[in-house]
């Protein structure tokens, strides 16, 4: 043979044997979803994963990269899977019955979609319970542009919350008993406790409020007996992550749970957040922050001691942590931590349902019960000109108002130059520190600067006289977290976007969507309408949504809308963050803006697993945009 | 009284339609309230109370059992199946439609069912079902779960019973109620899997039906220690 | 001389010689927060070694260290190429620290705007609203600015940006002094 001839064969040879090891080229990416056993130290039982594993691989792409992505379902029910917080084509997203049919036991399904964004993102089945079973696995996205922080390693740290019984199981256990995994409830000893505490009456009165409401103040997690996992260890099996001291460790959280929020801490460290739900934020220092279901932060670290540190994240309803460490050397730990008290949801957090106590003047029995604010109007009352201080707001019945309920501007106080409103003559004036809740009385989206701390006589105030009350939860809420050794947690107001994704322009409409429910039946809905009997949402591409989150019941609620951005606005015009989980907190409003640029349908939920099985999901219909007729048939699967 | 059964079986097909039992995922379960073993009175007597559901947020069916067998005299005090369809008619109650076979010993009792059932202010679970037959009556049963702690749990129960009609072939006279009153303590040792306890359970019969009683032999009145578990799965 | 103008003269000697020391206890300072290390002090443009040009962008500087000799008076010319105000200070890292504490305080009162600084309020408050040291720039997006410095014989210096969360983010470098 000439040499040319043996080349050429041990070239083709070569390259026949390429390609059938089988192995992925760049680009193309192999998953099976499979029947796992997952054991996390507390329990084992059988669960869904990614290729024989949960939690499943981390997949790493590159910004500008064209993906394609084998699934194959070695389960014997439909499978689906879901790349949480990506831009893509809708066939690609997804979610059976609205990107397409699912995957069906023994099928491979290609996705083939590019990659046009940098950062930390997951992925989940969208098929029945899957998900919570264990099929979720962490996506990271580097970037084409060198990022605004710099790190010298970097770990992903998966939280999840791992429960003994099939998600199926525990669907069922909660239609028949809503507070079948509650054991925080409120006994007869707590009625003791309380009683002491605060004297009988109250503690009847207390228990008297929440039983006409058919509620619960412990009502903070439905889900409660499961294990916390780190990157699918539990607390006992401590996920460590090895640094050496000195370096600045890139932190990519996740969180991968079916109903669990966290509150995430490193004793001894502080962190450094510099992306919220894969986008780049500017960098704000915190002491400790909360994961909502769903979410992403990734936080910059930087050990200096030769020691181990312990990542300490305990679930908002104080049942249970998650636990890892970052260490110099394997086998070492840290100091864990103490579970904090559990919070009770208060009146703050019923919206609505707590019972209204007018007093003496009783406007209901005069037919004013139900008077919108403002329209009493005093000066046609012959109370006109009274001086400040004068009006007796207690005698009125007023007394016991929630923070924020006094609308001064619909009571025509609206355009009260600063410094004019004297809260000494009105009574306020021996408040204590903190106790003015400057969101609640509609302050709190006030651009910074604009408060005229002198002008309100408060000019001479000491460093951190004030204490920030955080705008995203409800006025005298439970739920607001406290940075458990001081210091500062993490509000959603501190969230701002390092380089806005799309100009800031006004919302061409608004779109209110109350969060409903019946915890009795374990009914979830939007607008009082679950998912079955809903029509979808239509939006026309190219406009720019205001979606207005009015939360009705006592829960916190992850709403995840696929697809698309969703632009969260705490007050910071062209610096609202860009994300795609947005929290809403029992009894608060919360907006988010949405250019709409992604044409096909999209799911649109609440991440809580159960929720969003019973009924707290919506299709989202976008109409016009570029023709997709070609890219789908682009996109027809292949194998 | 033919048609006054025909007419509750009408109620049943009408909460059919509009219904999507196929839409929604369905989901069952079964509560066994009381399975327990009597001690006092007359005769030891063993007696369980059960719910067995299968349906979806709208529309479920129901079955519902009850019984009380004497040990010693080998027969059934009570035996009542029930069939129900149940279905939301307020944020915290449901009404419910249905059919009672009463087989205990005695002669045997058909009667349609029309009642409502759910959780009223201050936690307090009630059935209030009226029976519709030849001899007609209503029962309303109230139970309270009282937590000690999170897994010991007190309930007490009352249940009236009034026959609206005279049945003297089982001892029953209009307008004589009898009354049941319980208390169990139980322990959740297994989730609300499994969840032993131990009670009491005093009933009585008054007016005329204990007259009735009484003439048969029986007491009007009994009070029992109870053992038991109480299982839901 | 009598023995009073002989006490009076070594009184005197005595405390012209311990001005020097004092000098030494009280430490070569040169910026207007008292006492501290050494960090050097503001140089003589008659001095200067050579210029080094700093560019810095959305948290982080180009170039990322600096080799130094001790000694040497350095021109440096700032440019801000990023799209957020940004600081360019030479101090020790404890300095930064305390540095960052104040930024934070004029961030929160409004001086500082993540892309903008507001002059007009820096006479507001009293110390700490004010950035006016002679070892640090404080520049919006575009601007540019020039240190002349003097550095020291020996010193663990940092150049850093103490704009909240910059530091953290590793907009800071070392500065590497040698003989």
């Not at chain 1, 054991?39 to 394609?68: C, H, I, K, M, W």
């Not at chain 2, 309270?144 to 009352?158: K, Q």
Request: charged residues 20%.
């Amino acid at each position: 043979m000439s040499e040319t001839t043996t080349f050429r064969a041990a070239m083709l040879g070569t390259g026949l044997a390429l390609a059938l090891m089988g192995s992925a080229t760049a680009g193309e990416y192999n998953l099976t979803v499979d029947p796992v056993e997952i054991d996390t130290g507390a329990f084992s039982r059988s669960g869904v994963g990614f290729n024989g594993t949960s939690p499943g691989p981390v997949l790493r792409f590159r910004e500008g990269e064209a993906v394609t992505i084998n699934v194959t379902n070695n389960l014997d029910q439909n499978t689906s899977v879901h790349w949480h917080g990506l831009i893509l084509p809708y066939q690609q997203d997804g979610v059976p019955k609205i990107s397409y049919p699912g995957i069906a036991p023994g099928e491979t399904f290609t996705y083939r979609f590019p990659i046009t964004q940098s950062g930390t993102y997951w992925f989940h089945s969208h098929s029945g319970f899957q998900e919570p079973d264990g099929a979720y696995g962490a996506i990271v996205i580097e970037p084409k542009d060198r990022e605004p922080f710099r790190h010298d390693r970097e770990y992903v740290v998966q939280l999840a919350d791992a429960h003994p019984h099939s998600g199926d199981r525990i669907m069922r256990n909660l239609k028949m008993m809503p507070d079948y995994y509650n054991r925080q409830q409120r006994t007869l000893l707590d009625f003791f406790d309380d009683a002491e505490e605060k004297g009988v009456d109250a503690a009847l009165r207390d228990r008297g409020d929440w039983g006409d409401m058919r509620m619960m103040p412990t009502d903070v997690e439905d889900l409660q007996g499961f294990t916390p996992l780190i990157n699918g260890k539990g607390p006992e099996q401590n996920w460590t992550g090895l640094f050496r001291p000195g370096e600045r460790v890139r932190l990519r959280f996740i969180n991968s749970s079916a109903m669990t929020y966290f509150d995430i801490r490193i004793p001894g460290l502080k962190l450094t957040v510099v992306q919220a739900d894969g986008n780049n934020v500017q960098p704000v220092v915190v002491d400790e922050f909360r994961i909502a279901v769903a979410e992403t932060y990734d936080v910059i670290v930087q050990p200096t001691e030769n020691r181990a540190y312990t990542i300490y994240g305990e679930s908002m309803g104080r049942t249970a942590f998650a636990r890892g460490t970052l260490a110099p050397r394997e086998g070492m730990a840290a100091d864990v931590p103490e579970l904090r008290e559990p919070p009770l949801l208060t009146m703050g957090d019923m919206a609505g349902h707590a019972g209204m106590d007018h007093g003496s003047m009783d406007h209901a029995a005069m037919g004013h019960g139900s008077m919108p604010k403002g329209a009493m109007d005093h000066a046609a009352m012959g109370h006109g000109s009274m001086p400040k201080g004068a009006m007796d707001h207690a005698a009125m019945g007023h007394g016991s108002m929630p923070k924020g309920a006094m609308d001064h501007a619909a009571m025509g106080h609206g355009t009260m130059p600063k410094g004019e409103m004297d809260h000494a003559a009105m009574g306020h004036g021996s408040m204590p520190k903190g106790e003015m809740d400057h969101a609640a009385m509609g302050h709190g989206s006030v651009p910074k600067g604009a408060m005229d701390h002198a002008a309100m006589g408060h000019g001479s105030m000491p460093k951190d006289g004030m204490n920030h009350a955080d705008p995203f939860y409800a006025p005298g809420s439970g739920l607001r977290p406290e940075a458990a050794d001081g210091g500062r947690f993490l509000s959603y107001a501190d969230l701002k976007a390092q380089k806005p994704l799309y100009e800031h322009r006004p919302a061409t409409r608004e779109i209110e969507l109350k969060l409903t429910g019946n915890m009795e039946r374990y009914i979830w809905s939007i607008n009082g309408v679950k998912y079955a009997d809903a029509d979808p949402i239509r939006l026309t591409y190219g406009e720019r949504v205001r979606f207005k989150f009015v939360n009705t019941t006592m829960m916190t609620h992850p709403m995840h809308l696929h697809g698309m951005w969703s632009i969260l606005d705490n007050g910071s015009g062209k610096w609202n963050p860009v994300k795609h989980v947005i929290s809403v907190a029992p009894a608060t409003t919360v907006y988010m803006e949405t250019e709409v640029d992604a044409p096909g349908q999209w799911a649109f939920h609440c991440h809580l697993s159960y929720h969003a099985d019973s009924g707290m999901f919506r299709k989202v219909v976008v109409e016009g945009g570029p023709d997709t007729a070609s890219a789908a048939a682009s996109m027809k699967s292949g194998g | 009284m033919k048609h006054l059964l025909s007419a509750v079986a009408f109620l049943v097909p009408a909460l059919l339609p509009g219904v999507p039992l196929l839409a929604e995922p369905n989901v069952w379960g079964i509560q066994v309230e009381q399975s327990e073993y009597r001690v006092g009175g007359d005769t030891d007597v063993a007696a369980w109370d059960l719910d067995a559901f299968y349906g979806n947020d709208e529309l479920r069916f129901v079955y519902r059992s009850e019984g009380e067998y004497a040990l010693e005299e080998e027969s059934f005090e009570t035996l009542e199946n029930q069939f129900r369809l149940s279905t939301p008619i307020s944020d915290f109650f449901d009404g419910v439609a249905g059919v009672r076979f009463d087989t205990a010993s005695g002669p045997d009792r058909l009667h349609g069912v029309i009642g409502i059932h759910g959780l009223t202010r201050q936690w307090f679970e009630i059935d209030a079902d009226l029976f519709v037959s030849d001899h007609p009556s209503v029962r309303f049963e109230v139970e309270y779960e009282g937590l000690i702690t999170n897994r010991i749990i007190l309930v007490p129960s009352i249940e009236l019973d009034v026959p609206l009609v005279d049945d003297l072939a089982l001892d029953r006279a209009a307008f004589s109620p009898k009354l049941e009153v319980g208390a169990r303590l139980s322990y959740d040792v297994i989730d609300r899997l499994f969840s032993p306890y131990v009670g009491v359970h005093y009933e009585r019969t008054f007016g005329q039906s204990a007259n009735l009683v009484r003439a048969a032999g029986e007491d009007a009145s009994a009070a029992f220690l109870v053992i038991g578990a109480r299982m839901m799965f | 001389m009598s023995t009073q103008t002989r006490l009076r003269a070594c009184a005197l000697a005595l405390a012209i010689a311990s001005v020097p020391s004092l000098a030494l206890a009280a430490g070569d300072h040169a910026h207007g927060h008292g006492k501290g290390p050494d960090i050097g002090k503001p140089g003589e443009a008659a001095d200067v070694s050579r210029t080094i040009s700093i560019t810095m962008h959305d948290n982080l500087y180009e170039p990322e260290t600096l080799k130094i000799r001790e000694g040497e008076t350095v021109r440096f010319t700032i440019v801000n190429r990023g799209e957020f105000v940004h600081e360019f200070n030479i101090g020790t890292a404890t300095m930064h620290a305390a540095h960052q504490a104040e930024m934070m305080g004029m961030m929160e009162s409004g001086v500082l705007e993540p892309d903008r600084i507001n002059h007009g309020k820096m006479d507001h408050g009293g110390h700490g609203m004010k950035h006016d040291d002679p070892n640090s720039v404080l520049l919006e997006p575009g601007q540019s600015g020039e240190i002349i410095w003097r550095f020291p014989d020996h010193a663990t210096l940092e150049f850093a940006c103490n704009v909240p969360g910059h530091y953290q983010s590793g907009m800071v470098g070392r500065i590497h002094l040698s003989h």
